[in-house]
């Protein structure tokens, strides 16, 4: 902190907190076909902390209705420190696991969770954990990843989570399973299990499980050789022949589950003479099995024969189309093309186009999406499209299969060369599938799959009639028969967990275009309580807290909810009230500091405060005038031929376009920018900064396996990249920030950043849009967004963003971002020359106040503290302790908890020159390889048509003050 300064609220040195890491792996059933993935161990690891948060207790409970089972882990973690922690438990599920549910102990009773839009949970999490109270928060990150954080996990103390997952029960040679791993638990002395339901028998690695019976169903008791068995449990219950109707009456509506059966025989399917090879070879494809694609390559080319190759390899961007032959099936020079092909880079799945040639694509990847245009293209009719996976649980697999299945093919996964066998069935044949739904007395019917798992096609779907019917097309060996299933009730046995089966068979649906269906899903999530890509489940610890972040609670208090919500909205449209008038009197007296003259000289006794008249107020057609203005008014004729950097221009509004006076250009100040040159110092800088140009990338491959964690390393990279004019490489490069953690908004800040300071706005939009899915609660994203879309010409979009800045309350930490918004929104309009909307936007905010000099600085980490510093040349400095100067300096308000900005502006600069300098005062944890990556924007004539600007974006660690980024030097 800067000497004298107060910690604020927010400030991390009020409590000790370290992240505590868990990887529990919930394995999925095994298929027909047999699993894809081994469940992996877990990880139980606490950094930072003196001694480890340890696993104490586990219970697991199986509850089975027909074929729906619901499995519930209830974990105890016991911390042995004498510091509080945050607890993250991220794990990975399978394709046909849903999380449906989790709880946490809050002073000795368990609270369930309720469901909250994904943006809107991550930001009440935070708000309140620097509350120090009890909040506990699940969320789905990328892929099929899900991630639990728990505050606090008390020093010395224990906290209790409970999960619960639904899935449909695999059907494998003639009995359904269910696989429990317990390799997350081999370290406890035992775990109690019980089965409700329907009577288990067990068995796996571990052998037979004698269980007790009570009343409440089976239980045993896993002891330690039990636990320690690599392949888990396996619970088995008898299966019956036909199809098999549930219904479930759930919330006043009736759902029903179908399984049919549909054996089948694959049959050799036409292959196609003209291929499009889609080839993931960002920096996630390392983690794939390379030998094994290229084993089922192999025989598919072999079956092939003779093809014309399309290759399109995806990064952070897709490479143009390569031409291969094949020939008899040997595919030996693309093969040979792959191998060279070097995994780096993000992955900008939807980023190809579409070859009319092509009937087949072959998509080999991992599925992850993470940069630039993320909606695979549509293809055309008699098109298909299948997805190869060997990535296992690290792969989007929900995703992959939604995709193919929609695009007329299905997703082949393999791990292991056992697997190639069917493997190549499935991408060879056509094997039975569904190809049609037709339904009366029924909706929203979904199956779970077009092709059948272990045997079966399942669905689901809503009942609205007695006597409805099912009339499904089906396909096996090529032809293609109808099926009439009845859905009489008088057919169908009571089930339980149905409601959740539909809601996770349409959720997988939607992911096919996850950006498309994104209400669809938060809506979904929603209904029925799943953590969806939309939606996460939240507790919080007090009928308060649900009040005052608008959050419905649990059924019991909804009544409570409602009553005290009634009253505080009253409270908010009152806070909005305030706020704008608050901003607006902050706003004039800016515009008076504009108006002040500072021309007689730089010291405080030489300073006379002669104020010019301001303009008119800004006139609406067809609204009653806007009052006029204190100060005395300038004619409106006063601003013909006037000069940019004098005038306090005003905004005239006809309808609610903006039509911005004609204001003639003066000379402006002559000002130029020099920005400090920045080169790292670190011994990988060095040593590809001395190489010759054409070894830069090869030593940064030699380099990466020794620096993938470090995101300096991968900046460091791209700005020697694009010293030595490899811009490609240098963007590709960079991209590597998306891949290396799971929606950490702070890499993305920094990637955005970057790409705006390498001019490569197109590719920062979707940077920064994703930064606002994951933290809409910050108004920095939101501006960050709005200066990227004017960067690449959307001004009426950035104005949009910028609004929100200006216009909504936020939280008391990022107090003075709206004025600064505020001016660059007023900016933008007055150059757009009236093209630009500005809705509801208060009249009295509409004024461009031109500057001959600005300085913004903006930093990723937050509860942090940065000051910008500004050395004018007659030597007095302005900052967060000198606001304002003799000479007309002035410093916005004071970011001492993080992300800023803090701006520095003038109206007339005098002759000299002006150093630009960032102070490190925070003490917090660095978000980003042990620094904070800062960035500066420095302009001359600001708000005039003769802007001029230049970025820089350095780290800057701890112990450094008093860094000189830049220089403007006005002649």
């Not at 509850?63 to 619901?70: L, N």
């Not at 928060?137 to 010395?156: D, I, K």
């Amino acid at each position: 902190m800067a000497a004298g300064r107060a910690q604020t609220p927010g400030d991390p040195m009020r409590h000790s907190a370290f992240a505590l890491s868990c990887l529990l792996l919930l394995a999925a059933p095994a298929a027909a076909q047999a699993p894809i993935d081994r469940p992996l161990p877990p990880l139980l690891v606490s950094p930072g902390a003196e001694r480890p948060v340890q696993l104490h207790a586990a219970r697991i409970d199986v509850d089975v209705a027909g074929g729906q089972a619901q499995t519930t882990i209830e974990l105890v973690l016991r911390n042995p420190g004498n510091r509080a922690l945050e607890g993250q438990l991220a794990f990975p599920l399978q394709p046909g696991q849903e999380v449906s549910g989790f709880a946490l102990d809050i002073d000795g009773r368990m609270h369930d969770a309720v469901p909250v839009p994904k943006q809107r949970g991550r930001e009440v999490f935070e708000a309140i954990e620097r509350r120090d109270v009890d909040p506990a928060l699940l969320e789905r990150t990328e892929g099929n990843y899900f991630r639990l954080r728990v505050f606090p996990v008390p020093a010395g103390g224990e906290r209790r989570v409970r999960l619960q997952l639904v899935e449909t029960l695999a059907r494998v040679a003639g009995e359904r399973r269910l696989s429990l791993p317990l390799d997350f638990a081999a370290g406890l002395a035992a775990v109690p299990l019980r089965v409700q339901g329907e009577p288990a028998k067990a068995g796996g690695e571990m052998g037979a499980l004698a269980f007790d019976e009570t009343s409440a169903g089976q239980s045993a008791l896993l002891g330690p050789r039990q636990l320690k068995a690599a392949g888990g449990l396996v619970l088995r219950w008898p299966l019956a022949g036909g199809p098999q109707v549930q219904v479930q009456e759930h919330q006043g509506q009736r759902w029903f589950h179908v399984e049919v059966p549909l054996p089948g025989v694959a049959a050799p399917r036409p292959l196609p003479d003209h291929v499009g090879l889609l080839w993931d070879a960002s920096g996630s494809a390392g983690e794939r099995d390379q030998a094994l694609e290229f084993a089922l390559l192999d025989r598919y080319f072999a079956a092939v024969g003779d093809a014309d190759v399309g290759l399109q390899v995806l990064r952070d961007r897709a490479g143009p189309v390569r031409r291969f032959r094949v020939r008899g099936g040997d595919w030996s020079a693309l093969k040979a093309a792959l191998r060279a092909e070097v995994a780096d880079g993000a992955t900008a799945l939807g980023a190809w186009t579409v070859q009319a040639n092509v009937q087949e694509y072959l998509l080999v990847g991992d599925g992850l999406a993470n940069y630039g245009d993320t909606a695979v293209p549509t293809l055309a009719a008699g098109q298909r499209l299948y997805a190869i996976s060997t990535a296992g649980a690290r792969a989007d697999s929900v995703r992959l299969r939604a995709l193919a299945e929609a695009r007329g093919g299905r997703l082949v996964e393999l791990a292991a060369p056992a697997d190639l066998a069917r493997a190549e069935a499935e991408l060879l044949r056509d094997g039975p599938r569904l190809r049609s739904i037709d339904a009366t007395g029924a909706r929203d019917v979904v199956a779970a799959s077009v092709f059948p798992r272990g045997g079966v096609i399942s669905l689901a779907g809503q009942l609205v009639a007695g006597g409805g019917e099912l009339v499904l097309g089906l396909e096996e060996g090529g032809r293609v028969r109808e099926l009439r299933l009845p859905l009489g009730e008088a057919r169908a046995r009571p089930g339980r967990f149905l409601a959740q089966a539909w809601a996770g068979y349409r959720l997988r649906e939607l992911q096919a275009e996850p950006e498309r269906n994104r209400t669809h899903i938060r809506q979904l999530g929603q209904e029925f309580g799943l953590a969806t890509p939309e939606t996460s489940l939240i507790v919080l610890e007090t009928l308060d807290d649900y009040v005052l972040y608008d959050i419905p609670p649990p059924q019991a208090l909804h009544e409570a909810f409602l009553a005290r919500r009634r009253d505080l909205a009253a409270e908010e449209r009152d806070a909005a009230r305030v706020h704008l008038e608050e901003l607006v009197a902050a706003f004039e007296e800016k515009q008076a500091w504009w108006r002040t003259d500072f021309s007689a000289g730089s010291s405080a006794r030489a300073r006379r405060n002669r104020s010019l008249p301001e303009p008119a107020a800004p006139r609406i057609a067809g609204e009653v005038p806007v009052p006029a203005p204190l100060e005395p008014t300038m004619p409106s004729s006063a601003f013909v031929g006037g000069d940019d950097s004098d005038v306090l221009e005003t905004i005239e509004v006809t309808g609610s376009l903006l039509n911005m006076e004609d204001v003639a250009d003066g000379e402006g100040s002559g000002a130029v920018i020099v920005l400090q040159p920045w080169a790292p110092d670190s011994d990988v800088a060095r040593r590809l900064r001395a190489a010759p140009a054409d070894q830069v990338y090869a030593l940064y491959l030699d380099e990466r396996p020794a620096n993938a964690g470090s995101s300096a390393f991968f900046l460091d990279v791209a700005d020697i990249l694009l010293e030595r004019g490899q811009r490609g490489l240098a963007l590709r490069v960079l991209s590597n920030l998306a891949e290396m953690q799971l929606e950490n908004r702070a890499l993305l800040r920094v990637l955005g950043y970057r790409l705006m300071q390498a001019n490569a706005a197109e590719q920062a939009v979707p940077v920064f849009r994703r930064v606002l899915e994951i933290a809409g609660e910050e108004p920095q994203s939101y501006r960050d967004l709005g200066l990227a879309l004017d960067a690449v010409g959307r001004a009426q979009e950035a104005v949009d963003a910028l609004r929100v800045v200006v216009e909504r309350p936020w939280d008391g930490r990022f107090g003075g971002i709206a004025l600064i918004a505020l001016a660059e929104l007023n900016a933008i309009a007055r150059r757009e020359q009236g093209r630009i909307d500005l809705g509801q936007l208060d009249p009295r905010l509409r004024h461009n106040l031109p500057l001959a000099l600005r300085a913004v600085l903006s930093w990723d980490a937050d509860n942090t503290d940065m000051d910008l510093w500004v050395t004018q040349p007659d030597g007095e400095r302005c900052g967060y302790s000198n606001t304002r100067t003799a000479a007309g300096g002035r410093i916005s308000e004071d970011f001492t908890g993080g992300y800023g900005p803090e701006e520095y502006s003038i109206r007339r600069a005098a002759p000299g020159k002006y150093r630009v300098e960032v102070d490190y005062f925070g003490d917090s944890q660095a978000l980003v390889s042990g620094a904070v990556t800062v960035q500066v924007w420095l302009s001359a004539d600001f708000g005039t048509s003769r802007q001029r600007d230049q970025r820089l974006t350095v780290r800057l660690a701890p112990d450094e003050d008093n860094l000189l980024v830049g220089e403007f030097e006005v002649r």
